[in-house]
């Protein structure tokens, strides 16, 4: 159905929006294409295909650990290089079908999975949700977001706050320069293609002192990006800066090597 008539319009006028849109244009699986009972609904075959991320992890980084090795055991690469993020997250393994997922939802403009994928992202998020006092979406260049029509990051965030009631603050945080693209870049080269790319507005550096925040995005691939915006917050004074995405790259982690 339209998207942008279910997640434009609330209330009354959504639930009429929707009915009215689900006669003409009649739901769809987000991932085979084939008729659902309702927007945004994957048939029972598909969850077999999406990889949902569960402890045992990384306290830090959240990656995914090959078996238990207590709590509170934090992965080597967070061990030799202290992760500006505090604390990361995800709700899946960036693999076939999420990235077609996230692919069709960010460049295709297809929104009816965001309630779902959201569901997701709370699910697989306590440990950066609780406390927290702002959701910052990772921005969006203008030129980019001009093209794109939407920033996908502040639409997960706005959905993630109507479940959970914290504020989405994206007015602190901007892009101020377009960067490359990342992809086949080495952690390095991801960090400095993104380094200084991110800046805070007066209104942010108002707000941040002594505040725990968490940044939303769609997919975090070395955690880059999410670095580069935690930064300035925390030279703002963030007390502490986290990270929640729907989708993560992962090669599981043997704790013991
Ligand atoms: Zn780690």
Known sequence: MNSWLRYGAPGALRKAGTFIGNIIWPPTSPLTGRRVAASGLLEPECWQCLHFLDPPWCETCGVPFAFPVGAGAECGACIARQPVIHKARAALVYADQSRRLVLDFKHGGR??????????????????????????????????????????????????????????????????????????????????????????????????????VTLIDDVMTTGATFEACAKPLLRAGAQCVNALSLARVVKPVDPTT
């Open 111 to 212: 929104l009816d999975a965001l309630d779902q994928m959201t569901a997701w992202m709370v699910r697989a998020g306590p440990d950066v949700l609780d406390g927290s006092s702002a959701l910052i979406p990772v921005p969006l260049h203008p030129t980019r977001l001009f093209s794109r029509r939407f920033n996908q990051s502040q639409l997960l965030a706005r959905a993630i706050s109507a479940r959970t009631g914290i504020p989405v603050e994206s007015g602190w945080l901007l892009r101020r320069r377009r960067t490359p693209s990342q992809a086949g870049q080495t952690g390095r080269g991801r960090r400095r293609n993104v380094a200084g790319a991110f800046a805070l507005t007066a209104a942010g550096d108002i707000a941040l002192a002594g505040m725990t």
